[in-house]
Structure formats: structure tokens, C-alpha cells
């Protein structure tokens, strides 16, 4: 456990494709989370046309887009964004978006420090063990 009572993961080298991953099915998005002592790093899938809702959180947190294309809103500021473009949300800044296209908007979030808050917000969503996921797109 790390001192903000996280639990820190104990592998090294891994792929998403041998994470479990959580789906919230009502905001048509999937996640894996992995855990260090001072950031947590989150895959998150959102299906086209999904919305990433508008909400705010006391920490950082830094994004890439990996694939898709993004509506995006960071405070005052809105933006598409395809592969490669990127955020940064300081804590306590609103941010959120909508997926453009009919591609899924796979992107990377890391989050300083690693809390509990985000473990619970994993907690909320039913999980997927890793040999059920079908692929990139989230199901439902």
C-alpha cells in the first residue's frame, strides 16, 4: 500500500490484454487501472458517441488520445482532438467531452497522487475479467 492507502501493483512489465477491466454500461465506457506508489495509469475505452461527462477531481491528471477523435473541454477551453493530441486537467478544473465518429476514443490517463478516490470510482463499475473482453469497444 502506498501512503495514501493504494494498493501498488506488483508487476512490472504487463499488457492491457492481461488486465481485468471495469464497465460502467450507462456511460458505454470500459477501464484498466494499474497503481504505483505516486500515480495511478488508466486505459480508458468510450464507445462512439459517448459522452465523457463534464466532472472535476481534487488531483491531476495528464491524457493522450491513442485512438478516435475527441470533443474535448478543459475549463474554458474546448478543442477536437484526434490521435496523439493530449490535456492537462490541475485538480478541481472541469473536464469532459464527447466521442466524434464511429470510432471508440481509446485514451490514457495518469493521475498524481494515487488515491483511494479513483479505486472507489472502480469500485462503482462491474468488472471484466480479462479473458471475457472482447477487444477495444466497450459492450452495451
Not at 465506457?29 to 464507445?47: F, K, N, P, S
Not at 493522450?64 to 477551453?77: H, M, Y
Not at 493521475?111 to 471484466?128: C, K, M, N, V
Request: hydrophobic share 35%.
Amino acid at each position: 500500500m502506498n501512503e495514501h492507502g493504494a494498493e501498488i501493483t506488483s508487476q512490472r512489465i504487463f499488457s492491457w490484454d492481461e488486465l481485468d477491466a471495469v464497465r460502467w454500461d450507462d456511460e458505454q465506457v470500459d477501464a484498466q487501472i494499474v497503481t504505483g506508489e505516486h500515480m495511478h495509469l488508466i486505459r480508458a475505452v468510450y464507445a462512439p458517441g459517448a459522452t465523457y461527462e463534464m466532472h472535476s477531481h481534487p488531483h491531476e491528471q495528464f491524457s493522450v488520445l491513442l485512438s478516435g477523435r475527441l470533443r474535448l473541454t478543459v475549463g474554458d477551453e474546448t478543442r477536437e482532438i484526434g490521435p496523439g493530441g493530449g490535456w492537462y486537467a490541475p485538480g478541481g478544473v472541469p473536464h469532459g467531452g464527447e466521442v466524434l465518429g464511429d470510432e471508440p476514443a481509446v485514451f490514457l490517463d495518469v493521475y498524481s497522487p494515487a488515491t483511494t478516490w479513483i479505486l472507489d470510482q472502480f469500485a462503482t463499475g462491474r468488472r471484466i475479467p480479462a479473458g471475457e473482453r472482447t477487444g477495444a469497444e466497450p459492450q452495451g
